[in-house]
């Protein structure tokens, strides 16, 4: 079996708005040879947002914006620029809020000047209120937006000339050079619940498919999404994400858990969490369904010392 590939995801906003550590942790995973660092997504924060947050239990963001947020496309290019070998992706970009042949164009040339270290992770939104603000298209109807974006995106990085016609986009002959580096394209990962729609979209364009860890779900929902890719003859890497939060004893996993927010119980019983040791089996739970990577949350500069522990301690057992 390969070995397990591990990435990580940049929170862009509070401490790391900050370009400086972003800068760091960044660094330190290329040094420690993470597979992949990963940045997120928000342009403008309205100040009333009404919009039910879908990753947390009461539907509200347990973080403060007044740090502000780094767009991603821009710091992606500089992520690229101080590394040399770790991937870099976004976790995930909201495809409806920009013109997407600039997009692709952008991410093109991204690719190319990193010499094909780009991952596209593509995500349809959630908050209402910033579409509004961007002049998007109409939220009720961001889905279709997303399939027929990426259908587009993906022609300009393989067809020359291409031309396009889709009902929220028209594209006249035009070239689209260079190409991304990556044949056929930059990797293009989506995530979800396995629902019908999430896994039908997956099996037609994703080649990954990410996921929330959760222990008694994940078999079920890759199991969902391969039913759907065999139906198309397409082959998927699966992978997980999740705050892992691990520590050399109980006390050090307590300050993480509390630096983070978060109540060690529900961690332990839910994501991965404890020592070394048990994040190696939790993580093995899930690469017994098929996961070839895992992806965890970095939220502070104090997670250089994370990233060091898990590198050290956890990736050499999986």
Same mark, same amino acid.
């Given at each position: 079996?390969?070995?397990?590939?591990? *990435?990580? $995801?940049?929170?862009?906003?509070?401490?790391?708005?900050?370009?400086?550590?972003?800068?760091?942790?960044?660094?330190?995973?290329?040094?420690?040879?993470?597979?992949?660092?990963?940045?997120?997504?928000?342009?403008?924060?309205?100040?009333?947002?009404?919009?039910?947050?879908?990753? &947390?239990?009461? +539907?509200?963001?347990? &973080?403060?914006?007044?740090?502000?947020? =780094?767009?991603?496309?821009?710091?992606?290019?500089? =992520?690229?620029?101080?590394? #040399?070998?770790?991937?870099?992706?976004?976790?995930?970009?909201?495809?409806?809020?920009?013109?997407?042949?600039? /997009?692709?164009?952008?991410?093109? /040339?991204?690719?190319?000047?990193?010499? +094909?270290?780009?991952?596209?992770?593509? +995500?349809?939104?959630?908050?209402?209120?910033?579409?509004?603000?961007?002049?998007?298209?109409?939220?009720?109807?961001?889905? @279709?937006?997303?399939?027929?974006?990426?259908?587009?995106?993906?022609?300009?990085?393989?067809?020359?000339?291409?031309?396009?016609?889709?009902?929220?986009?028209?594209? +006249? #002959?035009?070239?689209?050079?260079?190409?991304?580096?990556?044949?056929?394209?930059?990797?293009?990962?989506? *995530?979800?619940?396995?629902?019908?729609?999430?896994?039908?979209?997956?099996? @037609?364009?994703?080649?990954?498919?990410?996921?929330?860890?959760?222990?008694?779900?994940?078999?079920?929902?890759? *199991?969902?999404?391969?039913?759907?890719? $065999?139906?198309?003859? @397409?082959?998927?890497?699966?992978?997980? $994400?999740?705050?892992?939060?691990?520590?050399?004893?109980?006390?050090?996993? #307590?300050?993480?858990? #509390?630096?983070? *927010?978060?109540?060690?119980?529900? =961690?332990?019983? &839910?994501?991965?969490?404890? &020592?070394?040791?048990?994040?190696?089996?939790?993580?093995?739970?899930?690469?017994?369904?098929?996961?070839?990577?895992?992806? =965890?949350?970095?939220?502070?500069?104090?997670?250089?010392?994370?990233?060091?522990?898990?590198?050290?301690?956890?990736?050499?057992?999986?």
């Amino acid at each position: 079996m390969a070995p397990m590939q591990f *990435g990580f $995801a940049l929170q862009g906003r509070g401490p790391l708005s900050k370009p400086e550590i972003l800068f760091k942790l960044a660094q330190k995973g290329d040094a420690l040879r993470y597979d992949s660092v990963f940045v997120t997504d928000h342009v403008v924060i309205p100040v009333e947002i009404e919009s039910a947050y879908p990753y &947390s239990a009461n +539907g509200r963001v347990a &973080s403060d914006w007044k740090e502000g947020y =780094l767009e991603p496309l821009p710091l992606m290019a500089h =992520l690229a620029a101080l590394t #040399k070998r770790i991937r870099i992706g976004t976790s995930v970009l909201i495809i409806p809020y920009r013109n997407p042949v600039v /997009t692709a164009k952008m991410l093109a /040339t991204m690719d190319v000047l990193s010499g +094909g270290r780009i991952i596209l992770g593509a +995500g349809v939104g959630w908050m209402e209120e910033e579409f509004q603000a961007l002049n998007a298209p109409a939220y009720k109807e961001r889905g @279709r937006v997303t399939d027929e974006f990426i259908r587009l995106m993906r022609e300009m990085w393989t067809r020359e000339p291409v031309d396009f016609k889709g009902q929220y986009y028209t594209l +006249g #002959k035009v070239s689209a050079l260079p190409k991304p580096v990556q044949s056929p394209h930059p990797p293009l990962v989506l *995530g979800g619940s396995g629902k019908q729609r999430s896994a039908t979209l997956a099996a @037609r364009f994703a080649d990954e498919y990410n996921v929330a860890f959760k222990r008694n779900e994940v078999g079920a929902i890759f *199991g969902r999404v391969r039913e759907a890719a $065999a139906e198309t003859g @397409r082959e998927l890497v699966y992978s997980v $994400a999740e705050t892992v939060c691990v520590g050399r004893d109980d006390a050090e996993v #307590k300050r993480r858990a #509390k630096a983070i *927010g978060r109540d060690l119980d529900e =961690l332990r019983q &839910s994501s991965i969490a404890g &020592s070394p040791g048990e994040a190696v089996e939790r993580i093995g739970e899930a690469a017994s369904h098929g996961a070839t990577r895992v992806y =965890l949350q970095v939220l502070d500069l104090a997670d250089l010392d994370h990233l060091e522990l898990i590198a050290s301690e956890v990736m050499p057992q999986l």
